[in-house]
Nanobody, 115 residues
Framework: QVQLVESGGGLVQPEGSMRLSCAAS????????MGWYRQAPGKERELVAT???????NYADSVKGRFTISRDNAKNTVYLQMNILKPEDTAVYYC?????????WGQGTQVTVSS
């Protein structure tokens, strides 16, 4: 069984920066995509960014140019560097690990952008 452990959330002021990390424990085989999704109060969960095993990244339009996703395959860890944060980025951020036959989610970490 794979577990995803997120860290790095909290309170940040508008225009500030924050880095999220997500470490996957357990046996992970084959090609996969790691990513971040978020859910704001009253809204559906939405994609933020994903990155494949070979480093191909995909971003939501709302975060392009501000957020950067990266991964360390040796550590089974994915990162999300968030810059120029806006109040509308406030949400619970969830880590995801998806392969051909599996789909795991983290517990979520709260990110609040407020002055």
């Amino acid at each position: 069984q794979v577990q995803l452990v997120e860290s790095g959330g909290g309170l940040v002021q508008p225009e500030g920066s924050m880095r999220l990390s997500c470490a996957a424990s357990g046996s992970i085989l084959g090609w996969n995509t790691m990513g971040w999704y978020r859910q704001a109060p009253g809204k559906e969960r939405e994609l933020v960014a994903t990155i494949s095993t070979i480093g191909i990244a995909n971003y939501a339009d709302s975060v392009k140019g501000r957020f950067t996703i990266s991964r360390d395959n040796a550590k089974n860890t994915v990162y999300l560097q968030m810059n120029i944060l806006k109040p509308e980025d406030t949400a619970v951020y969830y880590c995801n690990l998806r392969g051909f036959s599996y789909d795991y989610w983290g517990q979520g970490t709260q990110v609040t952008v407020s002055s």
